[in-house]
């Protein structure tokens, strides 16, 4: 009753060593099965057939190796690929493709094919057996045992350990310069990682075009990708994903009423134009979904969620800040312009945020 | 001056007679190719269709390392701005990195460099299938304890090298989805306490993206990498012979033989033919089946992202974690510790999450003997049903893994089945904790259930389907008694039991030993025990009146 060993959850307890003696008694080893004939065994007319089906898997193998070339060399892809006029040459390269690798597969399942089909009705199919041996037997582990002592006997390194002390020394000094070289993969200075391209009067323009914005154009519903007009004279030498990849800013009109500003930030922000920096806080990806009646803006690759309405704080999803604000004011001729640059670093934290934010607060404190 | 070139005192050297003879025994003479012969020329191995996973993770290896090269022929691994004058009219004029021009002049301008491009992304998505798909059949079938408890721990580097080969290849092209995911990397980076961000500094040389990381992500998978694989390769199918292959167990076979084909003809021929029955397959789907089509994704910007971006499979995983943990609830999980040091637990979390999986899998050989005090040699595998915890744990562990993949599909299950996402994501949240729970319990009792099914079939034979009706009108099915081959391979297996907390020299139960004992019993408890001869016997008795019936009134109706 109380032995699980029919497998039924009776209880909770009891089902240890009580078996009786005959209990303990198990099957014998019967041996290895006796071999049972293929056909290709016993029928020699099965046996040519297999032969032929090989043969005729290799040929076609050899069929598929000459479609390679005729691919290869009887498609010609002329001209432009995904062009709106001809769109020939893309039909001739999705077919080369198809014939090249097609060519290549039958190449190769014919002989796999062939190869396995073979084995398996013509080569002799009956089970053998090896002895397994121990990994290691207690001579060989005695024997080794020794030989050791007496390299290390040999060595001296046991009874000389002044040597043995200053080659450890030496051991552990000597790959430390290797790991040092590795201190100039990349500059160890982390300011830059406070500061963006944006500054008072940077002109904010649009992604791609670098286009300035008026105010005006923001109409209530509509959303900008800005880039900082100086980001627009800098050279792919010069850094520009590097400066493009913190400064992008995404740029919406709110409808005042619905939106909250905390104190200190009233003049951020001009009638209701809101920009806020489009670098996830979470590990970085650009924010690029807007949703508009729900004033959500949404990752789209962890899908954090920011609350426009609430100074893009966090309502959903691993991000664990609010997005940046960037202030903004329209200058003479009415466009938008930064007030100044982020207040904080912008992007995904690291363990020295907190000393940034601090020392930002006190440099613009002052 | 010696008078003859034959050794003195010897008999006559062998003399081969035919051409081939003599070039193979002038390298026999020297290097020894006969010892290596006599070795490997007839090695056993056992047949089990589970057994090719491996195979299947080796040859796309091969492959990788072929396509590999040929791409590397052609592709120009910097970030150089160019402007692109290639055949693929919507790049036309822009401008873009030389590692993004040239991807895209190999898919376009090379005449085949677009099927190989195809093929050594298709082999690397299976490559890290059939890892895990070898891992699982390794694991669940009890192959990792000793003597292959070292073989395992090599065979989980080699999981985690293919995923870093997998992801710095998938960087190199230097389109807008790859570096969206250096662009993840770089915030995982700066999450490291303290080095973090200058960690990120090291690995872009300097801000992201910098003008490094293709060149360095570039000799990290052409060299560094695939040489570790290509290592560890050979230390593993190095162990695989000093072991000789498991087996399933089964008439003939036990602890101390193996049972299966020779090496030469039979093996080499299935598997070497299964090469290229691979090779076959991946160069078909190569090139029928799109994949990664970065000439639509456009160069690396970092203002631009698509909705619906996802890493490659194997990656799914690491971001899904990421994905399901909450920024801000119940509280917020970004702390300043004593206005010193930010920790992003958010981010931090998560890879402890993926960490704890890794160890375990490492350390799972030590774990389970542990728990078992089993330091037996084995190389008779468990049938996954006959280990039902074990099994348990092991789909307990893929639902974890699981969970976490689809998290990183939530943003699509919701478009794809129009959920709201928050809620796939709450949903995901719950299946992390409780999915494994529920997993273990119910793979548990579907195993002794199949534990059951098989004591069902040796006791009362197999149902035949043909029911026959006895003389005073009872219906029976009639049941088929097992021949001793097949009988034997459902009742050989071992009947492990409860090991209770034990004392040590000392007298006393000590903490960790009470954990082990609880194991034990989690492991243990609840078991099926093979079927004995007495038992047998007793069923036949059982059986032997209905079959005398039957057959009196067999005998009866022939009368009629």
Same mark, same amino acid.
């Given at each position: 009753?109380?032995?699980?060993?029919?497998?039924?959850?009776?209880?909770?307890?009891?089902?240890?060593?009580?078996?009786?003696?005959?209990?303990?008694?198990?099957?014998?080893?019967?041996?290895?099965?006796?071999?049972?004939?293929?056909?290709?065994?016993?029928?020699?007319?099965?046996?040519?057939?297999?032969?032929?089906?090989?043969?005729?898997?290799?040929?076609?193998?050899?069929?598929?190796?000459?479609?390679?070339?005729?691919?290869?060399?009887?498609?010609?892809?002329?001209?432009?690929?995904?062009?709106?006029?001809?769109?020939?040459?893309?039909?001739?390269?999705?077919?080369?493709?198809?014939?090249?690798?097609?060519?290549?597969?039958?190449?190769?399942?014919?002989?796999?094919?062939?190869?396995?089909?073979?084995?398996?009705?013509?080569?002799?199919?009956?089970?053998?057996?090896?002895?397994?041996?121990?990994?290691?037997?207690?001579?060989?582990?005695?024997?080794?045992?020794?030989?050791?002592?007496?390299?290390?006997?040999?060595?001296?390194?046991?009874?000389?350990?002044?040597?043995?002390?200053?080659?450890?020394?030496?051991?552990?000094?000597?790959?430390?310069?290797?790991?040092?070289?590795?201190?100039?993969?990349?500059?160890?200075?982390?300011?830059?990682?406070?500061?963006?391209?944006?500054?008072?009067?940077?002109?904010?323009?649009?992604?791609?075009?670098?286009?300035?914005?008026?105010?005006?154009?923001?109409?209530?519903?509509?959303?900008?990708?800005?880039?900082?007009?100086?980001?627009?004279?800098?050279?792919?030498?010069?850094?520009?994903?590097?400066?493009?990849?913190?400064?992008?800013?995404?740029?919406?009109?709110?409808?005042?009423?619905?939106?909250?500003?905390?104190?200190?930030?009233?003049?951020?922000?001009?009638?209701?134009?809101?920009?806020?920096?489009?670098?996830?806080?979470?590990?970085?990806?650009?924010?690029?979904?807007?949703?508009?009646?729900?004033?959500?803006?949404?990752?789209?690759?962890?899908?954090?969620?920011?609350?426009?309405?609430?100074?893009?704080?966090?309502?959903?999803?691993?991000?664990?800040?609010?997005?940046?604000?960037?202030?903004?004011?329209?200058?003479?001729?009415?466009?938008?312009?930064?007030?100044?640059?982020?207040?904080?670093?912008?992007?995904?934290?690291?363990?020295?945020?907190?000393?940034?934010?601090?020392?930002?607060?006190?440099?613009?404190?002052? | 001056?010696?008078?003859?070139?034959?050794?003195?005192?010897?008999?006559?050297?062998?003399?081969?007679?035919?051409?081939?003879?003599?070039?193979?025994?002038?390298?026999?003479?020297?290097?020894?190719?006969?010892?290596?012969?006599?070795?490997?020329?007839?090695? !056993?191995?056992?047949?089990?269709?589970?057994?090719?996973?491996?195979?299947?993770?080796?040859?796309?290896?091969?492959?990788?390392?072929?396509?590999?090269?040929?791409?590397?022929?052609?592709?120009?691994?910097?970030?150089?701005?160019?402007?692109?004058?290639?055949?693929?009219?919507?790049?036309?004029?822009?401008?873009?990195?030389?590692?993004?021009?040239?991807?895209?002049?190999?898919?376009?301008?090379?005449?085949?460099?677009?099927?190989?491009?195809?093929?050594?992304?298709?082999?690397?998505?299976?490559?890290?299938?059939? !890892?895990?798909?070898?891992?699982?059949?390794?694991?669940?079938?009890?192959?990792?304890?000793?003597?292959?408890?070292?073989?395992?721990?090599?065979?989980?580097?080699?999981? %985690?090298?293919?995923?870093?080969?997998?992801?710095?290849?998938?960087?190199?092209?230097?389109?807008?989805?790859?570096?969206?995911?250096?662009?993840? %990397?770089?915030?995982?980076?700066?999450?490291?306490?303290?080095?973090?961000?200058?960690?990120?500094?090291?690995?872009?040389?300097?801000?992201?993206?910098?003008?490094?990381?293709?060149?360095?992500?570039?000799?990290?998978?052409?060299?560094?990498?695939?040489?570790?694989?290509?290592?560890?390769?050979?230390?593993?199918?190095?162990?695989?012979?000093?072991?000789?292959?498991?087996?399933?167990?089964?008439?003939?076979?036990?602890?101390?033989?193996? %049972?299966?084909?020779?090496?030469?003809?039979?093996?080499?021929?299935?598997?070497?033919?299964?090469?290229?029955?691979?090779?076959?397959?991946?160069?078909?789907?190569?090139?029928?089946?799109?994949?990664?089509?970065?000439?639509?994704?456009?160069?690396?910007?970092?203002?631009?992202?698509?909705?619906?971006?996802?890493?490659?499979?194997?990656?799914?995983?690491?971001?899904?974690?990421?994905?399901?943990?909450?920024?801000?609830?119940?509280?917020?999980?970004?702390?300043?510790?004593?206005?010193?040091?930010?920790?992003?637990?958010?981010?931090?979390?998560?890879?402890?999450?993926?960490?704890?999986?890794?160890?375990?899998?490492?350390?799972?050989?030590?774990?389970?003997?542990?728990?078992?005090?089993?330091?037996?040699?084995?190389?008779?595998?468990?049938?996954?049903?006959?280990?039902?915890?074990?099994?348990?744990?092991?789909?307990?562990?893929?639902?974890?893994?699981?969970?976490?993949?689809?998290?990183?599909?939530?943003?699509?299950?919701?478009?794809?089945?129009?959920?709201?996402?928050?809620?796939?994501?709450?949903?995901?949240?719950?299946?992390?904790?409780?999915?494994?729970?529920?997993?273990?319990?119910?793979?548990?009792?579907?195993?002794?259930?199949?534990?059951?099914?098989?004591?069902? !079939?040796?006791?009362?034979?197999?149902?035949?389907?043909?029911? &026959?009706?006895?003389?005073?009108?009872?219906?029976?099915?009639?049941?088929?008694?097992?021949?001793?081959?097949?009988?034997?391979?459902?009742?050989?297996?071992?009947?492990?039991?409860?090991?209770?907390?034990? &004392?040590?020299?000392?007298?006393?139960?000590?903490?960790?030993?009470?954990?082990?004992?609880?194991?034990?019993?989690?492991?243990?408890?609840?078991?099926?025990?093979?079927?004995?001869?007495?038992?047998?016997?007793?069923?036949?008795?059982?059986?032997?009146?209905?079959?005398?019936?039957?057959?009196?009134?067999?005998?009866?109706?022939?009368?009629?």
């Amino acid at each position: 009753m109380a032995d699980h060993r029919d497998g039924l959850p009776q209880g909770k307890k009891g089902n240890l060593l009580d078996r009786s003696a005959d209990e303990q008694a198990v099957f014998q080893d019967p041996g290895l099965p006796p071999h049972r004939p293929r056909t290709t065994d016993v029928d020699s007319g099965a046996a040519k057939r297999a032969e032929r089906q090989v043969a005729l898997l290799f040929a076609i193998s050899i069929i598929g190796s000459i479609l390679f070339f005729v691919g290869y060399f009887g498609v010609r892809v002329d001209g432009d690929i995904y062009s709106v006029t001809d769109s020939a040459p893309t039909a001739a390269l999705r077919l080369q493709n198809l014939l090249l690798g097609g060519g290549i597969a039958l190449g190769m399942l014919g002989i796999g094919v062939g190869v396995v089909h073979w084995a398996r009705t013509l080569m002799p199919d009956h089970e053998l057996v090896e002895e397994r041996h121990d990994v290691v037997t207690e001579d060989q582990r005695a024997e080794a045992e020794q030989i050791v002592g007496t390299i290390l006997d040999e060595s001296g390194i046991k009874r000389r350990p002044l040597i043995r002390n200053t080659l450890i020394g030496a051991a552990v000094l000597a790959p430390l310069p290797f790991v040092g070289l590795l201190k100039d993969l990349g500059p160890l200075n982390l300011t830059p990682l406070r500061h963006t391209l944006w500054d008072q009067g940077v002109r904010l323009v649009r992604d791609p075009s670098g286009t300035p914005i008026k105010a005006s154009d923001v109409t209530l519903g509509s959303t900008f990708h800005v880039l900082p007009e100086n980001l627009m004279d800098l050279g792919h030498e010069e850094g520009y994903l590097d400066q493009k990849a913190k400064a992008v800013v995404l740029l919406m009109r709110l409808d005042p009423d619905i939106v909250t500003v905390t104190p200190g930030r009233e003049d951020w922000n001009v009638d209701g134009i809101f920009a806020y920096s489009k670098v996830c806080t979470h590990v970085g990806c650009p924010i690029a979904l807007y949703e508009q009646h729900t004033h959500h803006l949404l990752c789209p690759c962890h899908q954090s969620t920011f609350d426009l309405a609430n100074e893009c704080e966090v309502v959903f999803g691993p991000a664990s800040r609010p997005l940046p604000q960037l202030p903004i004011q329209v200058d003479d001729e009415g466009y938008l312009v930064a007030r100044s640059d982020f207040t904080e670093p912008v992007g995904p934290t690291y363990s020295q945020r907190v000393i940034a934010v601090n020392e930002m607060e006190e440099e613009n404190g002052n | 001056m010696s008078a003859s070139t034959t050794t003195q005192g010897n008999t006559a050297e062998y003399q081969a007679d035919t051409n081939v003879g003599k070039i193979a025994n002038f390298v026999d003479t020297r290097v020894g190719l006969s010892p290596i012969i006599k070795e490997f020329g007839r090695k !056993i191995f056992p047949d089990h269709w589970s057994f090719m996973f491996g195979e299947v993770a080796l040859y796309c290896f091969i492959i990788l390392l072929l396509s590999g090269t040929f791409l590397a022929f052609w592709f120009d691994p910097t970030m150089v701005t160019t402007e692109y004058t290639g055949s693929y009219v919507p790049m036309q004029g822009v401008e873009m990195s030389a590692a993004y021009a040239s991807s895209l002049n190999i898919s376009f301008d090379i005449r085949g460099g677009l099927f190989l491009r195809q093929l050594h992304h298709w082999a690397a998505l299976l490559f890290s299938v059939a !890892i895990m798909v070898h891992m699982a059949r390794i694991f669940f079938t009890g192959a990792f304890r000793r003597p292959r408890e070292l073989n395992w721990v090599v065979g989980c580097l080699l999981f %985690v090298m293919a995923l870093v080969a997998g992801f710095s290849g998938y960087s190199l092209p230097d389109d807008v989805l790859s570096g969206n995911g250096l662009r993840i %990397v770089d915030g995982l980076a700066r999450s490291v306490p303290l080095v973090g961000a200058y960690i990120s500094m090291l690995i872009f040389g300097g801000e992201f993206p910098g003008h490094g990381i293709i060149g360095r992500l570039y000799i990290v998978h052409v060299f560094i990498v695939p040489m570790i694989i290509l290592a560890l390769v050979v230390v593993h199918l190095f162990m695989v012979v000093v072991h000789k292959h498991t087996q399933f167990p089964g008439p003939g076979r036990t602890e101390n033989n193996v %049972v299966g084909f020779p090496v030469g003809p039979v093996y080499a021929a299935k598997a070497g033919g299964f090469f290229f029955i691979v090779f076959g397959v991946l160069a078909a789907i190569a090139a029928t089946v799109q994949i990664n089509a970065i000439w639509n994704y456009g160069p690396y910007d970092p203002s631009p992202v698509q909705a619906g971006s996802q890493p490659d499979w194997y990656m799914l995983w690491t971001d899904g974690a990421l994905r399901i943990m909450p920024g801000n609830w119940p509280f917020t999980w970004e702390w300043d510790l004593f206005g010193l040091v930010t920790l992003p637990m958010a981010i931090l979390l998560p890879i402890v999450a993926l960490t704890v999986f890794i160890i375990g899998m490492f350390t799972w050989p030590w774990i389970e003997r542990w728990v078992t005090k089993d330091n037996r040699v084995h190389n008779i595998l468990d049938r996954p049903r006959n280990a039902p915890a074990r099994t348990g744990l092991g789909v307990a562990a893929m639902v974890y893994y699981g969970v976490l993949m689809i998290a990183a599909t939530g943003d699509l299950i919701a478009t794809h089945f129009h959920l709201a996402v928050n809620d796939v994501i709450y949903l995901l949240r719950f299946l992390f904790f409780f999915g494994p729970i529920i997993a273990f319990i119910i793979t548990r009792r579907v195993c002794l259930a199949l534990q059951r099914k098989d004591r069902e !079939i040796v006791l009362h034979g197999r149902e035949t389907g043909r029911v &026959q009706q006895l003389p005073h009108g009872e219906f029976i099915e009639v049941h088929e008694p097992l021949d001793e081959y097949r009988r034997y391979k459902l009742v050989a297996f071992e009947d492990n039991q409860v090991l209770p907390a034990q &004392q040590d020299a000392k007298g006393k139960v000590t903490g960790s030993e009470k954990l082990r004992g609880r194991l034990s019993r989690l492991f243990f408890e609840d078991r099926v025990a093979p079927v004995t001869p007495a038992e047998l016997d007793a069923a036949h008795h059982e059986h032997a009146h209905d079959v005398h019936e039957l057959e009196s009134a067999g005998s009866s109706s022939s009368g009629h």
